[in-house]
C-alpha cells in the first residue's frame, strides 16, 4: 500500500512568499529536491491540490503549475481517479536508499563533559528478548522489579474512566507546575501517616520518576565542580543524574550501619549535597544508624548544604514497622523523594518529591521552566487510588506476597545452593545479596552472573554498582516478580551451573 504524504511533510519545503523566485517554481523545485532526497519515496500519494495550496500557503493555481511541470518532466504520476504519486522510475539520479543511509558511517560527534559522563553510566539490567534467549529460559532475578500480576487494572480503568468522562478544566489545560492537586494532597497525607514525613501538599512535586528528583535538585542547588557524596555501591541511575550536572562526585564507602559519614567528611567536607538511602540501602540493603543520621544531619546544618533522602522501596518492609525518615528529625535540610513505580507498575513512571520550605518555590519554578508540568492524564485516578484506600490495601497483599517469596528462596537456596551461595534474609526490600562462597570464589561475581545468563538466568553482579575498587562480591537475586512455581527450577538450575 502507497504511503500517503501528510501535511507536516509539506509544511517543511522551503516556499518563500517574498522570494525572488515565482511560487510555482519553487514549489516544483521543493518537490523536485525532495524526490531526490529520498524524503518522499517512490509510490508516496501527494495530497489533493487544495489541500497543498493551503498547507503552503500559495493559490491552489499555483500548486497546480508545479504538479504540472513535475509530471511533464517524470517525477510525478497520476492515476486516474486515485491522486497524484511519486514515480517509480525518475529521469534524475537515484535518491540514496533509507537502509543505505543508515549504513553509512555517522559524522563525528563532540560530547560535552557533562554528556560523556552521562553515557558513561553502564544501563540497567533489563530481560532479555526472546531471540535473545538461550533455549531453556527460566525466570530471571531482576533486582527492583515488581509483581503487576496482581495489580487491580480492572478498579484502574474504573478510575480513569471516571475522572476523564467528564473532566475538570484544569485536568484538560493543566498549569500547576507541582501536579494535580489532588494528588499532591493525597500524597502529603499517605506520607505523613505511612513515613512520619512533615510536610503539606504545597511542598509536594509530581514528577517523572526519582532521577529526575535528583536531576532537579542538582540544577537548582549546585554548581559545575559542587561536590556530592554518594554512597558506594549505588543505583547507577541516580549516579548518572548526577554527574551530568557536572558535579564532582564523592563516592562514599557503606558498611553495615550505612554510609560512613567520617569518610564523607575526611573526602569532602565541603559537599553542597548527600545523596542517600537511609532505610535500605541499594544493593546492600544497610539501614543508616540512628549516631550516623545525627551526624549526617549536623553536618548537612553547619556546611550549609542539602540531603536528598532516597526512600525507593520503604513500603516493602517485613519485619516491624517502617523505620523513620531522615526529613521527620529535620525537614528544613531534607529533600524527601519516593517513587510509584514498584509500589503499581515500572510503566507509570511517577515519582514525588517534598521540598524544605524555603526551596518551594525554587523547585516550583525550576520544574515550570523545565517541562511546565507533569502529563496529567494518570494523576487524578492516581488521586482518588490514593485517598479511597486501594493504594494501602494494593501495598499489603504486595508485602504478605513478597515476604513469602523471599522466605521460599531463602528455603530454596538452602536446600540446593549450599556451599556455593551464601545468602541472609533482609527484612525489607525486593532482593536478596547472594555472596559466593567454595568453589564460586574463585570466580569473579561478574563471571558468574555471564554463567548463569548462559543458562537462561540473570542475576546481576554486585560489582557494577561500585566506583572504584569494590569491597564486597555477590550476585543480587530480585525474588518479588518471580512466580512460585518457578522458583525451584531456576535455584536447581543455578545449582548445576554454578561452581560447588
Not at 536508499?97 to 558513561?120: D, E, F, N, W, Y
Not at 519485619?319 to 529535620?330: F, K
Not at 533482609?426 to 555472596?435: N, V, W
Request: proline share 8%; aromatic share 6%.
Amino acid at each position: 500500500m502507497p504511503r500517503r504524504v501528510g501535511k507536516g511533510s509539506l509544511l517543511s519545503l522551503a516556499v518563500k512568499p517574498d522570494g525572488d523566485e515565482p511560487l510555482s517554481h519553487q514549489v516544483y523545485a521543493a518537490f523536485r529536491q525532495a524526490i531526490l532526497d529520498g524524503r518522499l519515496g517512490a509510490g508516496d500519494r501527494l495530497p489533493a491540490s487544495r489541500v497543498m495550496a493551503a498547507d503552503l500557503g500559495v493559490s491552489r493555481n499555483t500548486a497546480l503549475a508545479a504538479i504540472e511541470q513535475l509530471v511533464s518532466e517524470g517525477y510525478l504520476e497520476t492515476r486516474r481517479g486515485s491522486g497524484c504519486y511519486v514515480a517509480q522510475s525518475l529521469p534524475d539520479a537515484r535518491p540514496v536508499p533509507v537502509a543505505t543511509k543508515r549504513a553509512m558511517p555517522p559524522p563525528a560527534v563532540k560530547l560535552s563533559q557533562r554528556g560523556q559522563a552521562l553515557i558513561a553510566t553502564p544501563p540497567s539490567v533489563s530481560p532479555p528478548t526472546e531471540s535473545e534467549r538461550p533455549a531453556e529460559w527460566f525466570p530471571c532475578f531482576l533486582p527492583g522489579m515488581p509483581d503487576c500480576s496482581d495489580f487491580p487494572f480492572a478498579l484502574w480503568t474504573r478510575l480513569l474512566a471516571r475522572a476523564w468522562r467528564e473532566p475538570r478544566a484544569e485536568l484538560v489545560l493543566g498549569g500547576d507546575p507541582a501536579g494535580h492537586r489532588d494528588l499532591r494532597r493525597a500524597i502529603a497525607d499517605y506520607l505523613r501517616h505511612a513515613r512520619g514525613v512533615m510536610c503539606g501538599a504545597e511542598q509536594v512535586l509530581i514528577l517523572s520518576g526519582i532521577r529526575q528528583a535528583v536531576d532537579l535538585s542538582c540544577r537548582l542547588l549546585l554548581d559545575p565542580g559542587d561536590a556530592v557524596w554518594l554512597e558506594n555501591p549505588c543505583y547507577p541511575g541516580l549516579r548518572a543524574a548526577i554527574a551530568a550536572s557536572a558535579a564532582k562526585l564523592v563516592h562514599v564507602p557503606v558498611d553495615g550501619e550505612g554510609i560512613v559519614v567520617d569518610r564523607a567528611l575526611a573526602l569532602a567536607p565541603k559537599a553542597r549535597l548527600a545523596c542517600v538511602a537511609p532505610s535500605h540501602q541499594f544493593p546492600l540493603g544497610s539501614v543508616l544508624s540512628l549516631q550516623r543520621r545525627l551526624q549526617l544531619l549536623a553536618w548537612a546544618r553547619e556546611a550549609g548544604a542539602w540531603i536528598l533522602e532516597d526512600d525507593y522501596d520503604s513500603e516493602f518492609r517485613y519485619e516491624g514497622r517502617p523505620l523513620a525518615t531522615l526529613q521527620s528529625l529535620d525537614e528544613d535540610r531534607v529533600i524527601y523523594v519516593g517513587s510509584l513505580s514498584k509500589v503499581m507498575f515500572p510503566s507509570l513512571r511517577i515519582a514525588y518529591l517534598v521540598a524544605p520550605r524555603a526551596l518551594v518555590h525554587a523547585f516550583r519554578s525550576a520544574r515550570a521552566a523545565i517541562d511546565e508540568h507533569p502529563p496529567m492524564t494518570p494523576l487524578p485516578a492516581l488521586a482518588a487510588f490514593f485517598a479511597e484506600g486501594h493504594l494501602a490495601a494494593h501495598v499489603r497483599r504486595q508485602r504478605k506476597r513478597y515476604a513469602e517469596r523471599q522466605g521460599r528462596l531463602l528455603m530454596l537456596a538452602a536446600r540446593h545452593l549450599a556451599g556455593r551461595l551464601e545468602i541472609a534474609a533482609d527484612p525489607a526490600g525486593l532482593h536478596l545479596l547472594a555472596t559466593p562462597v567454595g568453589a564460586a570464589t574463585r570466580k569473579t561475581d561478574s563471571e558468574l552472573s555471564q554463567m548463569l545468563a548462559a543458562a537462561g538466568i540473570i542475576a546481576p553482579p554486585l560489582g557494577t554498582y561500585y566506583v572504584g575498587q569494590k569491597r564486597r562480591s555477590g550476585l543480587l537475586l530480585g525474588y518479588a516478580a518471580v512466580p512460585e512455581a518457578m522458583m525451584e527450577p531456576a535455584i536447581r538450575r543455578m545449582a548445576e551451573v554454578l561452581p560447588g
